[in-house]
């Protein structure tokens, strides 16, 4: 039986109809490779413990806003479609990313993120530990 199994895939490879895809159907690429947030400060350390990986994916209206809050892990986000305008709350620190451009988020440095014009979509990854939240809110007057 193994050798009648091993003719007809032999029969089936040089038929066609089996056929390896060209080299370029993939298109792999490193979109963000860093240390450091995106305002500069370096990443320090992953938190200790068995590690947890989050994705959550983000739809923001035109205008919303997330509250100031802070991330107690390194995360990063990607940006689907339209604008997100990150802002720190020390120092005034401002970024604007659009459509495929990646975000190195703050680590455990309060900030904000504001949708533009048009509705924000982003995939944002987190390398926490099981039990840590994705973010810390911060009680401000602005």
Same mark, same amino acid.
């Given at each position: 039986m193994f050798k009648r199994l091993s003719i007809v895939a032999v029969a089936?490879?040089?038929t066609g109809a089996v056929q =390896?895809?060209?080299?370029?159907?993939?298109?792999?690429? *490193?979109?963000s490779q860093t240390s450091r947030s995106w305002d500069g400060t370096p990443y320090t350390?992953?938190?200790?413990g068995v590690?947890?990986?989050t994705v959550r994916k983000v739809v923001m209206a035109p205008g919303a806003r997330f509250d100031w809050h802070?991330?107690?892990?390194? =995360?990063a986000g990607y940006v689907l479609a339209g604008e997100l *305008?990150?802002?720190a709350l020390e120092g005034g620190k401002t970024i604007t990313l659009t459509a495929g451009q990646v975000l190195p988020e703050m680590n455990n440095i309060v900030h904000r993120g504001t949708s533009g014009a048009t509705t924000t979509e982003l995939i944002v990854f987190y390398?926490?530990?099981p039990g840590m939240?994705?973010?810390?809110?911060?009680?401000?007057?602005?």
């Open positions: 089936a490879l040089t =390896a895809q060209p080299a370029s159907a993939i298109d792999s690429r *490193i979109l350390a992953y938190p200790t590690p947890e990986l802070s991330h107690p892990m390194p =995360a *305008i990150v802002e390398a926490g530990t939240p994705l973010a810390v809110d911060h009680d401000t007057k602005n």
